[in-house]
């Protein structure tokens, strides 16, 4: 099994920047892939996620704004999200992919407002 532990996110105005951790414990060895997805009402969208390899996606609505990142040595993956807008605004879950399953995390809260 794997742990993941999240931490950022919070309350930002418009422009502004955070960014997101996760770091992933227990069976590591099996780690595939890690990302971030975010849930608002109505909709939920996959806004990026880093391989094993290196290989980075990100969705459109993030492209060019928001960074994922990973430092192997810790077992963390990161989010930077630069000139945030209030759409961006949603809960943010990390996603660990294994093998043989998927984990997520408890989800951590992003407003952007004024």
């Known amino acids: 099994q794997v742990q993941v532990v999240e931490s950022g996110g919070g309350l930002v105005q418009p422009g502004g920047s955070l960014r997101l951790s996760c770091a992933a414990s227990?069976?590591?060895?099996?780690?595939?892939?890690m990302g971030w997805y975010r849930q608002a009402p109505g909709q939920r969208e996959v806004v990026a996620n880093i391989?094993?390899?290196?290989?980075?996606t990100y969705a459109d609505s993030v492209k060019g704004r928001f960074t994922i990142s990973r430092d192997n040595a810790k077992n963390t993956v990161y989010l930077q999200m630069d000139s945030l807008k209030p759409e961006d605004t949603a809960v943010y879950y990390c996603?660990?992919?294994?093998?043989?399953?998927?984990?997520w995390g408890q989800g951590t809260q992003v407003t952007v407002s004024p």
């Open positions: 996603n660990v992919r294994v093998v043989y399953s998927t984990y």
């Open positions: 227990g069976d590591i060895v099996s780690i595939r892939s």
């Open positions: 391989n094993t390899g290196g290989s980075t």
